[in-house]
């Protein structure tokens, strides 16, 4: 039930609970989360050794890095001491609030020139949502509120596929693993329980895990419609060769 208010004038900033991107502050034991100060040069790893991100930080991710288990917790009704909370924690970082990161700090995503041009991120969507040049109002009051509803609910729906489909697919694939031997002396087969489920990822997490000799080349489950399919498995999570 708190009251948001839009405002950069610092008499009224000093009157808020917590500051979010503006104040030219970060001080979490005050509860300011500005980014845009030239001294601040935070990431998640830099606040969070044991975390791998090195992009620099926006107050989106400064906030997500000291609430957003929390929230996690609120929203998926997760202990904090459930370790498929620190797993959606880090899952909801690397895929959700680190683009927003950085796109917020002008980051390129890639060296060299694009090939073409994505227009429907999440950022360019909420971006849309602003008052044209020339339009007769400049209110930004109703594209800011549905601004949050529209990352609200984007940020729930990936957050409910995850603790609900993604980490049971975990189990899936684990399972499949286990018993590869029985489908092939070699190994490097391993059939699926239940077709659909996204594998690539917990595969590649669980031979690195389990500190498999012999990698898995094949991955065979069956679809819909009772068939079975084969498909090789990838050099890498974005790439499709083999």
């Known amino acids: 039930d708190a009251e948001i208010v839009r405002t950069r004038d610092p008499v009224q900033l000093e009157k808020c609970d917590v500051v979010v991107d503006v104040g030219g502050v970060y001080d979490h034991q005050r509860h300011r989360y500005d980014h845009h100060q ?21 107050s989106a991710g400064l906030v997500y890095l000291h609430f957003g288990r929390q929230v996690l917790s609120h929203l998926t009704h997760l202990a ?12 909801m970082y690397e895929n959700f609030v680190e683009e927003v990161d950085a796109v917020d700090n002008g980051i390129c995503q890639y060296d060299g020139e694009a090939r073409y041009t994505i227009t429907t991120t999440l950022s360019t ?7 044209w040049w020339n339009s007769e109002s400049q209110d930004t009051e109703d594209g800011f509120k549905k601004a949050i ?11 409910l596929y995850y603790q609900k ?25 391993v059939v699926l329980g ?4 996204p594998w690539k990822e917990h595969l590649f997490s669980l031979e690195k895990e389990l500190k498999l000799d012999i990698a898995i080349k094949f991955v065979l489950y069956p679809d819909q419609n009772g068939h079975w399919r084969v498909q090789c498995v990838p050099a890498g999570l974005n790439t499709f060769h083999n």
Do not use: M
Request: proline letters at 5%; one cysteine or more.
């Open 165 to 189: 489909a993604w980490l049971p697919a975990r189990v899936v694939v684990e399972s499949a693993i286990q018993t590869r031997h029985e489908v092939d002396i070699s190994g490097e087969i």
């Open 125 to 131: 969507r909420v971006s849309h949502l602003n008052p």
């Open 80 to 91: 904090h001491d459930n370790k498929q909370l620190e797993v959606l924690y880090d899952k």
């Open 149 to 159: 509803s529209l990352v609200g609910a984007e940020f729930l729906d990936r957050l």
């Open 194 to 197: 239940e077709g659909g489920c």
């Open 38 to 58: 030239r001294s601040f040069e935070e990431t998640f790893k830099s606040l969070c050794p044991e975390k791998p991100w090195v992009t620099r930080l926006s």
